[in-house]
């Protein structure tokens, strides 16, 4: 059986590919509750997307990079994204997060340990730091 190796090369080549496409990501916080997989659908997401006071979703104009991934391979780096209750009027406990490209298709789904983030109150945070990772790999075929 032939195997399939991803070098450093390739991993890097990917990440300078894609980095241009995901200019302008749109991230979105879902609440805590839905719980993903590799099959969830934009509208799964849409229908539990955060709705607490002061929520709106935030845009990652450029992604840093590529650099060398912590474990192996390149990634993307989308900066430091933060959202805080002001006024607490409507609360949520947020689930996870979900990045779409530009063109609104989801690239990637977040899901925070449970019991999820509460925004309940003044000054409750999510803080995300949203990475995009290319890892090297070996495939046997």
């Known amino acids: 059986m032939p195997q399939f190796l991803t070098p450093f090369s390739g991993a890097r080549r990917q990440a300078v590919v894609v980095q241009a496409d995901l200019a302008n990501a749109v991230v979105h916080l879902f609440q805590f509750g839905l719980n993903p997989t590799v099959g969830t659908v934009k509208a799964e997401l849409q229908a539990a997307e955060c709705d607490f006071t002061d929520y709106v979703t935030k845009i990652i104009t450029s992604w840093t990079g590529p650099t060398l991934a912590p474990v ?48 309940t109150v003044v000054d409750d945070q999510v803080t995300l730091p949203p990475v995009q990772v290319f890892p090297t790999s070996s495939i046997a075929g």
């Open 72 to 119: 192996s391979g390149y990634q993307l780096n989308g900066g430091l994204l933060q959202w805080i209750v002001v006024t607490p009027t409507v609360t949520n406990n947020v689930g996870g997060a979900w990045i779409e490209d530009s063109a609104g298709n989801v690239i990637q789904i977040i899901q925070f340990d449970d019991p999820g983030v509460p925004m």
